[in-house]
């Protein structure tokens, strides 16, 4: 689904990311892991769009991707839930799930009855200000929203940050069951160790902004991985 080879980003004259490859497949889940400010959080918004690369190729699908914008990159089935939530506090869960709608030819403009089954929450909550809700509530509305969008690459940035245990659970189920839906790749960035090990299926730790570690879980020892990330 994604293949991205040499990519590197500069923020004004510093340069953040040196030449990265990453490759996501279907049904699987490809963990971006490393310590705070090593650039993973960069990689997410290269890959979105929210930042230009500055160099690198990057095919999605097997379409080789020029400077694309997060607009048009979210037209083509790339859906990136960022660190933080970013959800739309005065708007009703409701309206916030609707502004997934904005990369979406008309006729598919409607939340698939799926997102309920997946956060049965949110049907409860539709009229209820995103603001309102708990932290762990806004991390389901915020993927919920990224999903409306009926992504084929996921990208998800942290989501177990600030979140209670039993969502942090429920978020990791859900990952699981997209993954074995097969139907989308799905990158995670992520700091929670065990959580990232027990569901990752590929693994890539950066150090200063350049791959420092990549492997298969199962051949991947839990003890050097674990390592790799630690300071």
């Known amino acids: 689904m994604l293949k991205i080879e040499g990519l ?19 049904g699987k889940v490809t963990c971006v892991m490393g310590t705070n400010g090593v650039g993973k959080t960069s990689l997410l918004k290269a890959i979105s769009g929210t930042h230009p690369r500055s160099g690198g190729t990057y095919r999605l699908d097997g379409e080789e991707i020029g400077r694309a914008s997060a607009f048009a990159l979210a037209r083509k089935g790339v859906a990136y839930v960022p660190q933080g939530r970013e959800i739309f506090p005065f708007m009703t869960v409701q309206e916030n799930l609707e502004t997934g709608f904005a990369c979406l030819p008309r006729d598919r403009r409607r939340i698939p009855p799926e997102i309920f089954d997946l956060f049965p929450i949110l049907r409860d909550f539709l009229n209820r200000r995103g603001g309102d809700l708990s932290g762990g509530q806004q991390q389901q509305l915020a993927i919920a929203r ?67 570690l990549k492997g298969r879980a199962g051949e991947l020892q839990r003890e050097t991985l674990l390592q790799a990330v630690s300071v």
């Open 8 to 26: 590197t980003l500069h923020y004004g004259g510093s340069q953040i990311l040196h030449g990265v490859d990453i490759t996501a497949a279907r």
């Open 146 to 212: 990224a999903l409306v969008t009926r992504p084929k690459l996921l990208l998800l940035d942290e989501p177990t940050e600030g979140i209670q245990p039993n969502i942090i659970k429920q978020i990791g189920d859900v990952i699981r069951q997209l993954r074995d839906g097969g139907d989308m790749a799905i990158v995670l960035v992520e700091q929670f160790f065990d959580f990232a090990f027990s569901i990752g299926d590929d693994f890539i730790v950066l150090e200063r902004g350049a791959p420092k």
